[in-house]
């Protein structure tokens, strides 16, 4: 169990981690950022990492002990990106010619490795955050004034990130946003931020990357804030790859006004503790918002899937469906929350969560929650878990599939569920070939 005089003094830890200095973009930006970061340092002081104590659902089976008691170097300096290059990067995302790509190697930008089309028309625009005092008003619109504390620390040591804001129509284009981690004076800690502005009627393709280029400790401390007006669609595709040794706390926040539909897909890869957190205000009526998530892991990894979907509005429409593949000793956790208020009728919400244990040692605690104070709504939760069926592989042998095509062959199909809603082929093949046993 975690020890909260020991968890107390990991929010010592960040706040008093050595800091790069970092070299602003001009003087009233300097100005900007250092009296926000100053403003939620001082906020920090009066939080506590969170722990696993008995009454603390939301981290019941996920221990930060580890996290807390590191002392994180806050690292935003500058990279040589001499030694990345193009084709590097290919071995580690998926590409595509017609996509716009912004990069940022430990938590900076890099604009000889990102690619941003001339002559735009459809209304999308992109700026980092830390040179534009215009995009201050837009930080933290997606969850008000009561963040949870790594999105608390995120916002205290916020160094620079992207604003993408659609202004009008649609857009067929994909914008890819990628974050790589290559931990150059461990262990440190970085802090990315991202923040989706969708104006009303506006449509948008979004694919958010996460990797690391090393195999060393460090941690990914992300907050992504999307914010859909009316009418406006955002599909949004999520692909978490640290190694091993790693920790991410990745904290998406949804905010969505009247007739908006957002769509997800996430798919991560197991790091050392891996918490990601999904929280959904559907504050419009007949907004909607569809989760789809594929999780792995192995070893000795951890991942904790944490959903919250706030249905404040009436007739909208919500729906979780995550699939979780473990082996090893590896454990998961997935808590699907669904919120429907006294005002939310006609409210449709449907969460599940199905896993498959590959070995003996895996462990799942899935807790898929309904809490309802409408009447008038259609609301429905499942979650199971289990091996893969002996009598489907007696079958496959049986018509002279071996007992390894056949394990594989079951395990690809079962995580196909959630991949044939992905998209772009790109995407969908990188995950097949990378991720999925061939």
């Given at each position: 169990m975690t020890n909260l005089n020991k968890t107390s003094k990991g929010i010592t830890n960040f706040i008093n981690a050595p800091q790069v200095e970092v070299n602003r973009h001009d003087g009233a930006a300097t100005e900007f950022i250092n009296d926000h970061n100053n403003k939620h340092l001082a906020n920090l002081k009066k939080l506590t990492i969170p722990t696993s104590a008995k009454g603390n659902e939301n981290w019941k089976h996920t221990n930060l002990n580890p996290i807390a008691n590191t002392d994180f170097h806050h690292y935003s300096g500058s990279i040589n990106t001499k030694t990345l290059t193009e084709e590097d990067l290919k071995k580690h995302i998926p590409t595509d010619d017609t996509w716009e790509r912004l990069v940022f190697i430990d938590g900076n930008y890099q604009a000889d490795l990102s690619i941003l089309f001339n002559n735009r028309t459809d209304g999308i625009t992109f700026r980092t955050i830390?040179?534009?005092?215009?995009?201050?008003?837009?930080?933290?619109?997606?969850?008000?004034?009561?963040?949870?504390?790594?999105?608390?620390?995120?916002?205290?040591?916020?160094?620079?990130?992207?604003?993408?804001?659609?202004?009008?129509g649609q857009s067929s284009k994909v914008t890819q946003i990628v974050h790589i981690s290559t931990n150059p004076c461990p262990p440190t800690a970085l802090h990315p931020r991202t923040i989706i502005l969708a104006e009303p009627g506006s449509e948008s393709t979004i694919l958010e990357c996460h990797i690391s280029l090393t195999d060393t400790t460090h941690l990914t401390n992300n907050v992504t804030e999307i914010i859909l007006n009316e009418n406006s669609h955002v599909t949004y595709y999520q692909l978490l790859n640290q190694n091993p040794e790693s920790y991410q706390i990745n904290s998406t926040h949804v905010f969505q006004k009247q007739n908006s539909t957002f769509e997800s897909v996430s798919i991560a890869k197991g790091s050392s503790i891996l918490r990601n957190e999904m929280k959904i205000q559907l504050a419009g009526e007949q907004s909607e918002c569809s989760l789809k998530g594929l999780y792995f892991t192995s070893g000795s990894e951890h991942i904790d899937n944490h959903i919250i979907i706030d249905h404040s509005a009436p007739k909208a429409k919500s729906e979780i469906f995550y699939k979780g593949i473990l082996d090893d000793k590896s454990k998961a956790v997935f808590s699907g929350g669904v919120l429907v208020r006294k005002n939310a009728q006609k409210t449709v919400a449907k969460q599940t969560d199905?896993?498959?244990?590959?070995?003996?040692?895996?462990r799942i605690n899935t807790k898929p929650m309904l809490e309802i104070y409408a009447d008038d709504v259609e609301c429905a939760h499942g979650a199971t878990a289990g091996s893969i069926a002996s009598e489907a592989l007696f079958y496959m042998q049986s018509r002279g599939i071996g007992i390894e095509m056949a394990r594989k062959l079951l395990i690809n199909g079962f995580a196909n569920q959630i991949i044939e809603n992905i998209q772009l082929e790109s995407v969908k093949k990188y995950v097949n070939y990378n991720w999925l046993p061939n």
């Open positions: 830390s040179p534009t005092i215009s995009v201050g008003k837009h930080i933290g619109s997606s969850y008000g004034n009561k963040p949870d504390v790594f999105t608390e620390i995120n916002s205290a040591f916020l160094n620079d990130g992207v604003f993408i804001q659609n202004q009008n199905k896993n498959l244990l590959l070995s003996k040692g895996a």
